[in-house]
């Protein structure tokens, strides 16, 4: 019994971590991730397993935040690491220090999941998609200071609109760390006064050189810019996250600078054209409506020109009428005339007499009949005058007569007995309105 070795648990397990670990220093392993888990260490602990047997693999937080993807079960993986013992439960497992998806790239792999998860978020949607200014006065410029991009940008917008204010933001636009100098510059850029819109993007290169665009913090950096973002990354086959954030993607830097710039020229031949056609329609209206003033004016009738016309006429009549009158007088005292030339030539003694006083008595009664009638003339012509003046449209109110009205119809009222007690009438005289009530109707009279 007492040439037997005799091991401990701790003893037993240690040998065989000894052992694991001189024979399965480093290792390749490929497999199905399942029971992923990430505790708040930030360590992912999952199970690698194929279809007959299984390990436990761990990847500690310093080696899984340098995953270019997200790990999930029922991925197929290949991994490199270290083979060991957790020697209090006595397992063994492989702590990984790598890890790539099998026949995906990592790469590729990590944009579509980012691409899910922000499609579900909304960020792609277009409806909260912001136009672009017509004419943008300020332009924010995210890229490489030293990059073709820039000088592209440049020489774009100089051809195009020289004058407009641009405001460059120098990042890095790959490599470790660009994407936080890009998510940064965006919103520090955002927040500056008076900027109308801006340009993320840079030149082309590989999947690798591009992947800053990829990252979350530029796609929710674009996602809550106060201004219109259009990127321009890349050439027109390459997309990035960016693009499908952005409000308006640009297939290359010079397209982005011709869609956010237009052309001045062309503005000011535009502007020359719509000038020129506003111009001749303000003179074609204008000439429509000095014809259509002219016809109403001359269409008018103005009450006072009828009146001065009746005034006319009344005096022409009157005129008229003193000349009949005078004429008729003339005529009867020349034939009084003959009568008495030929009473005179008759010489008879008593009818002369007789006729004598006969002619003074006709003498009188012409006389008065002659004033008669020019006085009953004279008060036609005023009681002419009179109507004519009744008839104004101005006169009538102001000699004191009013409009009736029954409310709230406002019909005018021309027989008192449609009338009922306690009814509103509305009354228009020649200053102002009021509205009676009716207390007492009677039926109209008949004209005499």
């Given at each position: ?15 065989i ?62 991994g ?9 439960r ?43 200014p ?84 530029v ?11 259009v ?44 000038a ?38 009344l ?9 009949a ?5 003339g ?31 006709l ?14 003339h ?27 009205r ?43």
């Amino acid at each position: 019994m007492s040439s037997r070795s005799i091991f401990t648990i701790s003893q037993l397990t240690a040998e065989i971590k000894t052992l694991l670990e001189r024979n399965f220093e480093h290792l390749w392993l490929e497999g199905e991730i399942s029971n992923l888990r990430m505790p708040g260490s930030g360590h992912l602990y999952f199970t690698l397993k194929d279809e007959s047997a299984q390990i436990r693999a761990v990847m500690f937080r310093m080696q899984n935040r340098l995953l270019k993807f997200q790990p999930q079960d029922g991925l197929q993986v290949v991994g490199y690491g270290r083979l060991t013992v957790y020697e209090p439960r006595g397992e063994y497992q492989i702590v990984l220090d790598y890890l790539e998806p099998k026949g995906l790239g990592a790469l590729q792999l990590a944009f579509e999941q980012l691409k899910e998860k922000l499609s579900r978020e909304g960020l792609f949607d277009p409806a909260r998609k912001k136009p672009l200014p017509h004419l943008p006065q300020k332009i924010g410029i995210v890229t490489s200071p030293t990059g073709a991009a820039i000088r592209d940008i440049l020489q774009i917008i100089d051809r195009r609109f020289a004058n407009v204010h641009l405001l460059l933001y120098p990042v890095r636009v790959q490599g470790v760390g660009a994407a936080q100098e890009i998510a940064r510059a965006i919103d520090e850029l955002g927040q500056w006064p008076g900027l109308d819109v801006m340009i993320v993007g840079r030149g082309g290169g590989s999947l690798e050189d591009l992947w800053a665009f990829n990252e979350e913090p530029v796609a929710r950096a674009i996602h809550r810019s106060p201004v219109p973002v259009v990127s321009a990354v890349g050439h027109e086959i390459d997309f990035t996250i960016a693009d499908f954030v952005a409000d308006l993607r640009a297939p290359t830097p010079s397209a982005a600078a011709e869609l956010v710039v237009r052309n001045k020229v062309e503005l000011v031949q535009t502007l020359e054209n719509l000038a020129r056609r506003l111009s001749q329609r303000v003179r074609m209206n204008l000439e429509a409506m000095q014809e259509r003033l002219s016809s109403l004016v001359h269409r008018l009738s103005d009450p006072r020109k009828r009146l001065s016309d009746q005034r006319l006429r009344l005096d022409d009549l009157y005129s008229r009428l003193a000349t009949a009158i005078q004429q008729s007088l003339g005529r009867r005292i020349d034939r009084f005339r003959m009568k008495v030339e030929s009473f005179t030539l008759l010489h008879p003694g008593k009818r002369v007499t007789d006729y004598s006083h006969r002619l003074g008595h006709l003498h009188r009664r012409l006389a008065v009949a002659g004033r008669s009638s020019m006085r009953f003339h004279r008060q036609r012509v005023e009681v002419a005058v009179g109507r004519l003046h009744s008839l104004s449209p101005l006169g009538v109110l102001e000699r004191g007569y009013g409009i009736a009205r029954v409310l709230p119809s406002r019909k005018i009222i021309r027989d008192a007995s449609r009338l009922r007690v306690d009814d509103r009438v509305n009354v228009k005289v020649h200053r102002g309105e009021f509205v009676a009530r009716v207390e007492k109707t009677s039926g109209a009279e008949e004209d005499p």
